[in-house]
């Protein structure tokens, strides 16, 4: 059987690939430290857990609406008003499995054959893919330190041009940790507006902000962004969740709402019913996990951080969001290990990881000059991961 040419030419994922590797290692029982992995290394909080018992004992169990729950719509237009000062009817939001299908779904819903999509990299290697699924062209914007790693003002005008349907936001951001400030965001809306261009904000790490740093919605932000932003959460990362696949996503019209809803309707239908259920529950739970949580991870991000900058060659912009630190390592692209020559992002990670520490290369987010380090893992491994590429870097001739 031939696969189609959509399909074909989906780029294998980097980020897979390097994780079975290392997975692959801690199976012959090397000692790997494993900085690779995109999800919060917490248990879903119990009363979220005992919330899908319960609805699976009371029977819910059975398809659902299509765009979810009216107890989960509720919860979410609760939170987004209070949380983000976002007013939405429950008529405006779809639940899907996950916020990679709300992503997907909104993508396909709004974009036509040939329009172009802004994408500041480095991004989460997904929009890419969906972008060219749904039938769109990128237009990847490269953002750098010297802009820490944010799609400027100047940058996102540039990109436009009469074919551009609407730019890509992620913040915090996956891989980089960057939060954009308001007065950033400001900026932005701005030019949307004045080029008529839609925004999709992909919102997931939203309670993982750290230093006093706040989250801010661009959609709160004028009339225009409220009106031509499609807003994408979900409860994977902020209540240790990713396993549920429940995502959400808030459209500025009913019409748009619907239209996702009968695109859905015919590829993933409704998401998982108790899901649906204990997710209400999560989001209307006050903030005890998410606190302990960040807390968690803000130490961690510390140690990393600290740990990392003490290594010569190895540069950062600082992050003070999600759960990833994004390090230039391209100082090192032309040493060799044991004869293996380090060419970029995907040779470090794997001399890297044959040195004990498992990381993403950049590559598989449009930076070949980076790694990136998720802290889901104890401080105790992250101490032992930072020693382990000190001493990998001090063995490269
Ligand atoms: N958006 C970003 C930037 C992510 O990093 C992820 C997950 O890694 C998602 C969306 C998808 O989250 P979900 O588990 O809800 O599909």
């Known amino acids: 059987m031939r696969v189609s040419k959509k399909v074909a030419s989906i780029e294998p994922s980097v980020t897979l690939e390097i994780s079975a590797k290392a997975k692959a290692l801690k199976k012959e029982g090397k000692d790997i430290v494993a900085f690779t992995a995109g999800e919060p290394d917490f248990n879903t909080p119990e009363y979220i857990i005992k919330e899908a018992e319960k609805a699976l004992y009371d029977g819910k169990t059975k398809y659902t609406p299509t765009s979810g729950i ?229 130490k961690r991000r510390r140690l990393l951080v600290e740990g990392l900058s003490k290594i010569d060659g190895i540069r950062l912009v600082y992050p003070k969001g999600a759960f990833y630190v994004f390090a230039k390592v391209s100082a090192f692209y032309g040493k060799e290990l044991d004869g293996q020559k380090i060419t970029g992002s995907v040779s470090f990670a794997d001399a890297l990881l044959k040195c004990g520490v498992a990381v993403i290369p950049g590559l598989a987010f449009g930076d070949d000059d980076s790694i990136r380090l998720a802290y889901t893992v104890s401080c105790e491994d992250i101490e032992k991961g930072v020693r382990g590429i000190e001493k990998f870097i001090s063995r490269l001739a």
């Open 70 to 298: 009216p107890e989960l719509k509720r919860a979410i237009v609760k939170k987004l008003k209070e949380e983000n000062g976002l007013c939405y009817e429950e008529a405006n939001i779809v639940v899907s499995s996950g916020a990679k299908s709300s992503l997907y779904h909104a993508l396909c819903t709004i974009v036509d054959e040939g329009d172009e999509v802004i994408i500041p990299a480095p991004y989460w290697i997904t929009y890419v893919e969906q972008v060219r699924l749904a039938g769109g062209v990128c237009k990847i914007v490269n953002t750098d330190e010297k802009s820490g790693y944010k799609l400027t003002n100047e940058q996102f005008e540039g990109a436009i041009t009469e074919k551009t349907k609407c730019v890509l936001l992620n913040s915090p951001c996956n891989p980089t940790g960057v939060v954009y400030s308001k007065e950033e965001l400001e900026g932005l809306a701005k030019i949307a507006e004045k080029h008529g261009v839609e925004i999709i904000s992909d919102e997931i790490y939203e309670k993982l902000v750290f230093e006093g740093e706040k989250h801010v919605s661009i959609a709160s932000l004028s009339e225009y962004a409220k009106n031509h932003t499609i807003v994408i959460n979900g409860v994977s990362k902020t209540y240790a969740m990713t396993g549920w696949r429940i995502g959400y996503m808030a459209c500025p019209t009913v019409e748009v709402a619907k239209a996702v809803a009968a695109m859905q309707g015919h590829t993933t239908s409704n998401a998982c019913s108790f899901a649906q259920y204990a997710s209400a529950v999560a989001i209307s739970g006050g903030t005890e996990f998410i606190d302990y949580m960040s807390a968690e991870f803000d």
